[in-house]
């Protein structure tokens, strides 16, 4: 799966009118390796804005000078996204440069964290531990999503009690709209997968959506950062479920290793929180 995903040419979009929702989505080409624009970019006063750079600026431009990473992931996707606008003008974007900007620019925690054995394992060879630069090389991000406001109107985020209608989920309900898009993805140097995908489901009573981070690192660990998005058709808010999993390879049989969807319900949980996104 992991070869052929950059190839996509011509953009990809795909829109559905839901009730109160629109959900847009696009599958893009990969980030260019070089700057796209004449010059364009080259001529951005360096005391412009970061959100004006943002709008100047080239993709490629945008991911390699206002992301601090010294390395990107070998595949971004700039232009691939999901967008969910509701009534009121207020969309929760989900995309890979707000992903990368919340990934450690400047600390290698993994490795801190890394047992000797393995470092000394991977001494001889280029591994990924030893960048000059350090930065968090797995791409680890907590995003799990970009609430983008209208003002007035904008999301007020409580913590609840309730959880996902996961019953609910699983019935035998009409897809209207489904989409798989993957926001960037890394193979560590042939260490193991870093990849960032959403996932968007809309049935007739509710819609749910799973932004997911897998992460191996082979020897060491895998990890899974999510986000979960319910929402049941007319009712005032949708459901946000933000978890973080993560175990030592060591623990987990070799034959779940790269399979994502069942390592992710048997993993330890590090982090479970359940939100409440009141809509306006
Ligand atoms: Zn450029």
Wanted: hydrophobic share 35%; glycine share 4%; net charge negative.
């Amino acid at each position: 799966m992991a070869s052929n995903k950059g190839e996509v040419q011509e953009p990809i979009n795909e829109s559905l009118d839901y009730g109160n929702w629109k959900f847009l989505s696009r599958k893009s080409h990969i980030l260019n390796s070089k700057c796209t624009s004449n010059s364009q970019c080259e001529s951005v006063p360096v005391t412009t804005s970061e959100t004006d750079k943002r709008r100047l600026y080239c993709d490629h431009c945008c991911f390699a000078k206002l992301l601090e990473l010294p390395e990107l992931p070998e595949m971004c996707f700039p232009q691939s996204f999901l967008i969910i606008e509701h009534c009121s003008g207020v969309r929760i974007c989900f995309a890979a440069f707000d992903a990368l900007q919340l990934v450690d620019a400047h600390n290698d925690k993994l490795k801190v964290q890394m047992a000797e054995k393995w470092k000394e394992e991977r001494s001889n060879t280029q591994g990924v531990g030893d960048v000059v630069h350090p930065f968090d090389w797995t791409y680890t991000t907590e995003y799990t999503g970009t609430i983008v406001p209208n003002p007035p109107h904008s999301i007020k985020i409580e913590l609840t009690e309730e959880q996902i209608n996961l019953e609910k989920l699983k019935q035998q309900e009409k897809i209207l709209f489904y989409n798989d898009i993957i926001l960037f993805e890394d193979e560590l140097a042939d260490n193991g997968v870093s990849i960032l995908r959403v996932k968007i489901r809309v049935m007739t009573s509710c819609f749910f959506i799973l932004l997911r981070q897998f992460l191996r690192v082979d020897g060491v660990l895998i990890r899974v950062n999510e986000a979960r998005y319910y929402h049941e058709k007319d009712s005032k808010y949708i459901l946000r479920e933000i978890s973080c999993r993560e175990g030592a390879t060591k623990d987990i049989h070799p034959t779940l290793h790269t399979q994502q969807d069942e390592v992710a319900r048997i993993l330890p949980v590090k982090l479970l929180k359940m939100e409440k996104l009141m809509l306006p």
